[in-house]
Structures are given as structure tokens and as C-alpha cells.
């Protein structure tokens, strides 16, 4: 015996249809919106919110609540609502400069800029420069290109290091220890040839 209010019927136009299938059906999309859209898609099959609840791991009343809202807003009522907060304390144009700066050019007095040598010279705070920096993926401290020795007989050696490597001696143990301190590890490796 059903408990409760009745559940209204929710009715599924054919153009939001096959959006809402994309949407529940797409990997990239966020996660939540995706939820959303599969909650919809049951609830237009006529499963009731218990159902609903217990197939996609969630509780009922989010369930009637992601119903409710598309029934009064329809598939803009599935995306997340701006959040209130205070406005953006940089612009795009001071966001793009600092970009620019990062990427073509470098301080007078090192190889490349730090959170603070760059927040000086640009005037923002180092947070705003970790911030930016981190929404772009950019860190300017790795290195990301190969570079050569000027030893003139630095292909023998490759050579002979990797030798060592694919066809060890008999009973011999390969080890590589790197004691450069210039250069940056960005991987643990252990090689053992035995």
C-alpha cells in the first residue's frame, strides 16, 4: 500500500529526450548533472522516488527534490545554480598578462619565475599567482624538454650505460644512483639486472 502524497507525473518532451539520454550517457560531463539526468529519465519511466533512490545509491528526497525541479524548470532546472560570493578580484586581461609573462619571458636574475619573483614584478599577490597557475597546469620549475651534453663523446657513453642495462654481465647487479642536484627527479626508478 502506497504511503504519502501521490507523486506527480512527469511528463518528458521528445526534444529533451534525446538530451537527456546524452546527458546520462556521457562520461564527461559532471557528475552530479549526469545523476540528475538519469533521475529524470527513471522518473518519466514511472519508477516512484523510493525506487528510484535505491538503483542510482541516493536518498529519496533528493530524488523528489532533482524531480521537483525539472518539473518546474524543466532540463535548466538540472544544472547547479551560481553560487553567491564576491566578485573576481582579477581580470581576464591581468589573468592573460601573467600568463604571457610566465610563458615568454624570464627574470633577470633566474632561469625561471617563482610565485614571488613573479608576483613582485607583476604587482598581485603570490596566492592570486599560485591560483592562476594552478587553473592552467602551468609550473614553470619543471622542465619539460631533453638536454644534451656538449661531451663530445657523449653518444659512446649513452651507449655504453645502456648496454649495461639491456645485456648485463653475467652475475652483475645494474644499479642507477642520480646525485645531480640541478636536475629534478620526477620518478622514483629502482633498476636491478641480475
Given at each position: 500500500m502506497p504511503r504519502g502524497r501521490p507523486i506527480a507525473p512527469l511528463q518528458v518532451a521528445s526534444s529533451e529526450l534525446d538530451e537527456l539520454e546524452a546527458i546520462a550517457g556521457s562520461r564527461s560531463m559532471p557528475h552530479a548533472l549526469v545523476t540528475r539526468a538519469r533521475i529524470v529519465l527513471l522518473a518519466a519511466k514511472?519508477?516512484?522516488?523510493?525506487?528510484?533512490?535505491?538503483?542510482?545509491?541516493?536518498?529519496?528526497?533528493?530524488?523528489?527534490?532533482?524531480?521537483?525541479?525539472y518539473l518546474q524548470q524543466r532540463l535548466q532546472g538540472l544544472y547547479d545554480e551560481l553560487k553567491p560570493?564576491?566578485?573576481?578580484?582579477?581580470?581576464?586581461?591581468s589573468v592573460a598578462a601573467l600568463l604571457r609573462k610566465t610563458l615568454r619571458t624570464r627574470p633577470r636574475d633566474g632561469t625561471h619565475w617563482t610565485c614571488r619573483t613573479l608576483a613582485a614584478e607583476t604587482r598581485v599577490s603570490k596566492s592570486t599567482v599560485?591560483?592562476?597557475?594552478r587553473a592552467f597546469g602551468l609550473q614553470p620549475h619543471r622542465q619539460k624538454h631533453f638536454k644534451l651534453s656538449t661531451d663530445p663523446f657523449f653518444v659512446e657513453k649513452v651507449r655504453?650505460?645502456?648496454?649495461?642495462?639491456?645485456?648485463?654481465?653475467?652475475?652483475?647487479?645494474?644499479?642507477?644512483?642520480?646525485?645531480?642536484?640541478?636536475?629534478?627527479?620526477?620518478?622514483?626508478?629502482?633498476?636491478?639486472?641480475?
Open positions: 514511472g519508477r516512484s522516488n523510493t525506487v528510484i533512490a535505491e538503483q542510482l545509491g541516493l536518498s529519496r528526497p533528493t530524488v523528489g527534490i532533482w524531480r521537483q525541479r560570493g564576491g566578485p573576481r578580484s582579477i581580470s581576464d586581461e599560485q591560483r592562476v597557475w655504453d650505460i645502456v648496454g649495461l642495462y639491456l645485456n648485463p654481465p653475467d652475475h652483475a647487479v645494474v644499479l642507477c644512483v642520480d646525485e645531480k642536484s640541478q636536475i629534478q627527479a620526477l620518478e622514483e626508478v629502482l633498476s636491478i639486472g641480475v
